[in-house]
């Protein structure tokens, strides 16, 4: 069984930051690519970032680049996603995801998923 257990997520004012992590058990967290998506009501599910198994190596939505950086930590069996100078349409609930083989922007290659933490960005 694969778990998936995102935190981090808040209330913070538009120009602020937070940190989300995703902590994997269950499987063998350093041979998975990674991604973060997230999903406002009423929108279909968006990709925010992905990150090769070896780190290094980072994928961006045109909406976030130059403002999130995914990262991972494999010793840890984490991911994480620092987010700054956060807008209100940054406003959704956020997911991470893995998949075997290489990474990507496609929400439907991921076979696991976690249950979301929410962000919310007041202006």
């Known amino acids: 069984q694969v778990q998936l257990v995102e935190s981090g997520g808040g209330l913070v004012q538009a120009g602020g930051s937070l940190r989300l992590s995703c902590a994997a058990s269950?499987?063998?967290?350093?041979?998975?690519?990674m991604g973060w998506f997230r999903q406002a009501p009423g929108k279909e599910r968006e990709f925010v970032a992905a990150?090769?198994?070896?780190?290094?190596?980072?994928i961006y939505a045109t909406t976030v680049k130059g403002r999130f950086t995914i990262s991972r930590d494999n010793a840890k069996n984490t991911v994480y996603l620092q987010m700054i100078s956060l807008k209100p349409e940054d406003t959704a609930d956020y997911y991470c995801?893995?998949?075997?083989?290489?990474?990507?922007?496609?929400?439907?290659?991921?076979?696991?998923w976690g249950q979301g933490t929410q962000v919310t960005v007041s202006s």
């Open positions: 995801a893995a998949k075997a083989g290489y990474y990507s922007a496609d929400a439907s290659l991921y076979a696991y």
């Open positions: 990150i090769r198994s070896s780190g290094g190596s980072q």
């Open positions: 269950g499987r063998t967290f350093s041979n998975d690519a």
